[in-house]
């Protein structure tokens, strides 16, 4: 009887194990504002993701209006941040077919604008552009990096548009009633870069330098450390040790030429 229940004992606590490790990876998949207003894995429930509201400008003022919406997510699979179109093709109207191709002819930019914080309307804008001419060469295919600090704030975007190297010029290629953008969005994420050392390591020796510097270490004595050393010195101090030992050899100098001068 002891054992029995001893045994639905071990069964609950490993059923409470199971269902506690589940949840844990639930929460990590979500995300949560942090107090620096930044985003991040953690206990929100359902499905992560955050909505990014995109502006474009098609004129040299500023003035920029909505274009269409990303959204943001941590794809459960990788656990990787993914970014995809949330609603609309950014499909220009006829007003804006209008300004693409005014832009086109002027050689002006096309811009996009977005917030840094997608949860704070009152963060920094990031923005790109891209000239109109390229964008009309590739067909406005269009590749879009979003570069985001380690709290997946977004801190820099790169604008680029993929064409063929036989593409028509811009200003002899028709421009299509309907333009409709396709848009590739990737994200970048911060990572720790390589440490670098306080004190250089030594190189090793260039191809076929190894002999040279094995010559120079036997040159120098059998352990390569003595000879070099003593061979400074006699160099720096030659006009100083030749004297001395001449000075020993010859018994001490004029010393004892005295002696014999006294005794005649």
Not at 94 to 119: V, W
Not at 190 to 214: F, N, Y
Request: net charge neutral; hydrophobic share 35%.
């Amino acid at each position: 009887m002891q054992v029995k229940w001893l045994f639905c004992l071990l069964a609950l606590r490993y059923k409470n194990s199971v269902l506690g490790s589940d949840e844990f990876g639930t929460e990590s998949q979500e995300f949560e504002v942090t107090a620096a207003g930044g985003v991040r894995a953690s206990t929100l429930r359902g499905s992560p993701s955050l909505q990014l509201q995109v502006e474009h400008s098609f004129t040299e003022d500023s003035k920029f209006s909505p274009r269409e919406d990303w959204e943001m997510a941590i794809s459960p699979v990788s656990r990787q941040l993914t970014v995809d179109k949330l609603q609309g093709s950014a499909q220009s109207s006829g007003m804006e077919r209008n300004q693409i191709k005014d832009l086109i002819a002027n050689g002006g930019f096309y811009r996009i604008r977005l917030h840094s914080n997608p949860t704070n309307p009152d963060s920094p804008m990031v923005m790109a552009a891209i000239s109109a001419c390229d964008l009309h060469k590739a067909n406005f295919r269009e590749e879009i990096v979003l570069h985001l600090d380690p709290h997946q704030n977004i801190i820099g975007m790169t604008y680029s548009a993929p064409s063929s190297v036989l593409a028509r010029d811009c200003h002899s290629k028709p421009l299509p009633e309907d333009i409709k953008f396709d848009t590739k969005i990737k994200v970048a994420e911060a990572s720790i870069g390589q440490s670098v050392p306080l004190q250089a390591q030594a190189a090793r020796p260039p191809p076929g330098l190894a002999g040279l510097q094995k010559f120079r270490a036997a040159a120098g004595g059998e352990d390569g450390k003595g000879g070099p050393a003593s061979q400074s010195f006699l160099r720096r101090y030659w006009y100083i040790v030749v004297p001395l030992a001449l000075i020993f050899l010859t018994g001490g100098g004029g010393g004892g030429g005295d002696q014999p001068s006294g005794g005649g």
